[in-house]
């Protein structure tokens, strides 16, 4: 017969360790299903050819292009970061080769990035030094919010070369050089201002990555540390998501909405939102979106709006540029709802790194840059998060992540475990009084 002293140990065990897969988060909806091992490799098929188009075409490189190969690199390293010793071998070493080609891939660009776009390279070269690695900017996973939905738009017109100046005091380049975590009250308002759109906010949410990256953390502590910023990210990504699902519902239109879907997908998903970003139902549109030769382009073919093809009925039946279709419609569209809502003229503010860059070939270089920048965001999420299986259609992320714990809080809560199964262990062999002594320590530590 077992003993109730055994089964009170077996019942605390389970418990603690429920509790430690439970955690502090919610679980994420179930309608977020899992990545075949297939899509993984798809998207690791994908990465290969852009890769391999950018080195044959290193000659046209800019800025945004070799930024672009470094966010590739990062992602990658991060996915390397996060395997385990049952992730497979083959799957190890395909990731690892993808990053190191990556990083080969840049800094054969270097040279040309330089000589194709001087003054940019000039102001943003400590970006293009090493590679981007994301950094989870709400520290755990995030969903978007409802609360946090923009009451107005702004009428604050961010000017480019504004938005340059901030961009170089963080990261201490250009007329900030040597002199990196400035961020001057002007900036901040800036790069905090709500209600922005399009652009203007990925490009807002993006000074929050540099921040973090450069290490410029002590800079906010006086405008509200850490807590001020994960709100300010969530409300920028909970509104970047209603943009999003309002393209999709009613179609992307070619060349511009395609280049900001992605860039959507990798600033907010590498922050932390993952189950509203790194969706299965976004990455084939993405993969579908890649030319044979790896470059990213307009693309006139399904999950595309039915404006375009109604664009291309009206009196006009010859060939029709799609990325010029997509911003006239667009243009109409924005002139409507300034109309509307008595707005300004609307703008993308903030800094597009460089302008787009069409190559002869039709390719488009801040695209091809996004698209990188979001597939290596997919296969980080999928190997940190465990999202890839052949066996079913669940999301289940890794139980010392999913308990929103992290290094040395996790190690503590399973040493707890432990500590409580020893003390019923040693009190099953000992004398009546100092079993009941370490019971009762035990039944102390699990009931407090």
């Given at each position: 017969m077992v003993s109730w002293g055994r089964y009170q140990l077996v019942l605390t065990l389970i418990t603690c360790l429920s509790y430690a897969e439970a955690g502090h988060l919610d679980k994420p909806h179930s309608h977020h299903t899992s990545f075949t091992r297939t899509s993984l490799e798809r998207?690791?098929?994908?990465?290969?050819?852009?890769?391999?188009?950018?080195?044959?075409?290193?000659?046209?490189?800019?800025?945004?292009?070799?930024?672009?190969?470094?966010?590739?690199e990062g992602g990658l390293k991060d996915a390397l970061e996060s395997t385990t010793p049952n992730t497979e071998p083959g799957l190890v070493e395909r990731i690892r080769g993808l990053r190191e080609a990556a990083g080969e891939v840049a800094q054969r660009g270097l040279y040309y990035a330089h000589r194709n776009s001087k003054v940019q390279f000039g102001k943003f070269s400590e970006l293009l030094k090493r590679?981007?690695?994301?950094?989870?900017?709400?520290?755990?996973?995030?969903?978007?919010?409802?609360?946090?939905?923009?009451?107005?738009?702004?009428?604050?017109?961010?000017?480019?070369?504004?938005?340059?100046?901030?961009?170089?005091?963080?990261?201490g380049?250009?007329?900030?050089?040597?002199?990196?975590?400035?961020?001057?009250?002007?900036?901040?308002?800036?790069?905090?201002?709500?209600?922005?759109?399009?652009?203007?906010?990925?490009h807002q949410l993006l000074f929050f990555f540099l921040i973090r990256d450069f290490n410029c953390s002590a800079a906010l502590e006086h405008r509200?540390?850490?807590?001020?910023?994960?709100?300010?990210?969530?409300?920028?990504?909970?509104?970047i998501f209603i943009e999003m699902e309002q393209i999709l519902e009613r179609g992307v239109l070619p060349g511009i909405e395609q280049d900001l879907i992605m860039e959507q997908v990798t600033f907010c998903g590498a922050a932390g939102f993952v189950e509203d970003f790194v969706r299965p139902d976004i990455l084939p549109m993405i993969l579908e979106w890649q030319r044979d030769d790896g470059c990213f382009a307009?693309?006139?073919?399904?999950?595309?709006?039915?404006?375009?093809?109604?664009?291309?009925?009206?009196?006009?039946?010859?060939?029709?540029?799609?990325?010029?279709?997509?911003?006239?419609?667009?243009?109409?569209?924005?002139?409507?709802?300034?109309?509307?809502?008595?707005?300004?003229?609307l703008h993308m503010p903030g800094r597009?790194?460089?302008?787009?860059?069409?190559?002869?070939?039709?390719?488009?270089?801040?695209?091809?840059?996004?698209?990188?920048?979001?597939?290596?965001?997919?296969?980080?999420?999928?190997?940190?998060?465990?999202?890839?299986?052949?066996?079913?259609?669940?999301?289940?992320?890794?139980?010392?992540?999913?308990?929103?714990?992290?290094?040395?809080?996790?190690?503590?809560?399973?040493?707890g475990c432990l500590l409580l199964a020893l003390?019923?262990?040693?009190?099953?062999?000992c004398q009546r009084p100092l079993k009941r002594l370490l019971y009762s320590l035990s039944t102390y530590c699990y009931v407090g």
């Open positions: 998207t690791l098929d994908a990465i290969e050819r852009l890769l391999r188009y950018l080195d044959r075409n290193r000659g046209s490189l800019i800025v945004d292009a070799l930024w672009g190969i470094r966010m590739v590679p981007w690695v994301y950094q989870n900017l709400v520290g755990g996973l995030a969903r978007v919010d409802p609360d946090l939905v923009f009451g107005r738009m702004s009428t604050l017109n961010i000017l480019p070369r504004e938005s340059d100046y901030c961009l170089m005091g963080i990261i380049s250009g007329f900030y050089e040597g002199n990196s975590c400035t961020i001057t009250d002007k900036c901040w308002k800036q790069i905090t201002d709500l209600g922005q759109r399009d652009y203007s906010i990925t509200g540390g850490r807590d001020e910023v994960i709100r300010i990210v969530s409300t920028f990504c909970t509104n307009p693309y006139d073919g399904s999950h595309l709006s039915e404006a375009i093809a109604l664009y291309k009925k009206s009196g006009n039946r010859t060939a029709v540029d799609p990325l010029k279709a997509g911003l006239e419609i667009l243009n109409r569209a924005n002139f409507k709802l300034r109309e509307a809502e008595s707005l300004p003229e597009r790194l460089m302008s787009e860059a069409e190559l002869r070939d039709g390719c488009m270089m801040h695209m091809s840059s996004v698209a990188g920048g979001a597939m290596s965001v997919y296969v980080s999420a999928i190997i940190y998060y465990n999202l890839y299986t052949d066996h079913d259609g669940f999301l289940r992320p890794r139980l010392r992540y999913y308990a929103g714990l992290e290094g040395s809080a996790y190690q503590g809560l399973v040493g003390l019923f262990l040693a009190g099953s062999f």
